[in-house]
Structure formats: C-alpha cells, structure tokens
C-alpha cells in the first residue's frame, strides 16, 4: 500500500530564513509525487512536481528513491509563501494520495 | 474558464437525512476524483473515475455512500443517510491523463456539517 508522511503539521520560519518541507513515502512501484499549496481561502493547486525538475516561486524539491523523500526547499522565505503545503504521491493506476498537510507561516 | 465547479459550496443538515454533491470538471478531462477532507487531514480519496467508469472505489464506504458520473463528465457523490463523522469538506479534482499531464484540478470544495 502507499503512503505519504508530512512529519510537521506546523512550521514558523522568519522571512529570509531557509524553509524545508519534509516528505516521505512508501510505494511498492514507481511514483510521481507533487507539492500542491492551499493559500488562504484558495482552493488546492499544484506547486510543483519531481519529473518536471524545475523551480517554482523559488521552491525546488529532489526526488531521494534511497531515501523515499521529497522535501521542499526554499533558501529564503517570504511572507506570501504562507500557506497549507501537501505532498502527494501518484500511482501507476492513476490514484492520487495525499499526506497529512504542513502549515507554513512566515513571521515578518 | 471556470475551472472545476462544485455546489453547493457549504450544506447544513440533519443527520439521517440524505445529502448530494455535484462536480463539473474541466472541459475534456478524463479522470475524476472525489476526496473527503476532515479538520487538520489531507484529503482522502474517495472514488476516482476514468470517464464514466468508477475505476477505483475501494475507500468509499459504500453502505452510505454512493456515485456516479453520467456521461462521462458531471459527477455526483450522494451520502444516504448522513451521520455527524460525514462532517467534512468534500472535494472534486479533475485531470487529463496523457501525453505526460498528470497534473489534478481541484474545485472549491463542499463544506457538509452533519448535526
């Protein structure tokens, strides 16, 4: 079965402060795994995802099969990053697991 | 364009009473899914659809749950009947499978409280 841990369900950085979004999963196949942000009184979207190797508002995210993390980074935090983050996972048949969520706020 | 839509956006009701939920996903999108979000969770996946197809179903309780998706595009999810733990936001997502898009589209969501 699979299964996506966020270990934090709250994280407070100052602005300017690296922040890291911790992410593991278990998954027996290969997976795809995402980031999605939920900003405040938004509906869910997509933030980034591991095949797409690219930054996104200055968020990147690496892949570790060894490890079966997929934490989030960002060097600098900003006050706009606040926001409700989730992992998810998606499987060879298409299903789409989430994990428990992270709260990020950024402290002026 | 709109997005994925859903209605009602918050449901009052009684528990024992009955309760649906509507879904019109992205113009052209084949997969649907349905997941139930409770207070401080992430969302829970419900039922997915591959067009009108329920491809996968195994985490809907089905003893009061139930739903379809006619044609392949509008969804229904129905609760019947209601009890306080269905408390929860209810939310719809949709996504073009192919060709390396594998991105899901959420709606607002539907806030049920059961009481």
């Known amino acids: 079965a699979q299964r996506v841990t966020q270990p934090e369900k709250l994280l407070s950085v100052f602005k300017g402060a690296p922040v890291e979004l911790k992410c593991n999963y278990s998954y027996s196949g290969s997976p795809e795994l995402f980031w999605y942000v939920q900003y405040s009184r938004q509906r869910l979207q997509l933030l980034l995802r591991?095949?797409s190797r690219e930054s996104i508002k200055g968020f990147t995210a690496d892949l570790n099969k060894g490890e079966t993390s997929f934490h989030l980074k960002k060097p600098f935090a900003q006050e706009e990053d606040s926001a409700m983050y989730y992992c998810?996972?998606?499987?060879?048949?298409?299903?789409?697991?989430f994990g428990t969520g992270t709260r990020l706020t950024v402290i002026p | 364009e709109a997005g994925v839509v859903q209605s009602p956006r918050y449901k009052i009701i009684e528990k024992k009473q009955p309760v649906a939920f509507w879904c019109n996903p992205i113009?052209?999108?084949?997969?649907l899914y349905w997941y139930r979000q409770n207070l401080g969770q992430g969302p829970e996946l419900l039922i997915r659809y591959e067009n009108e197809e329920a491809v996968d179903d195994s985490q809907l309780p089905k003893d009061r749950f139930s739903a379809e998706r006619l044609k392949g595009v509008d969804s229904t999810l129905k609760i019947q009947p209601a009890e306080l733990g269905d408390s929860a936001v209810y939310l719809c997502?949709?996504?073009?499978?192919?060709?390396?898009?594998?991105?899901?589209?959420f709606g607002q969501g539907t806030r049920l409280t059961v009481v």
């Open positions: 113009s052209g999108h084949n997969t």
């Open positions: 997502a949709s996504s073009l499978h192919g060709g390396g898009n594998t991105e899901a589209f």
């Open positions: 591991h095949i």
């Open positions: 998810a996972l998606l499987t060879g048949a298409n299903n789409l697991f």
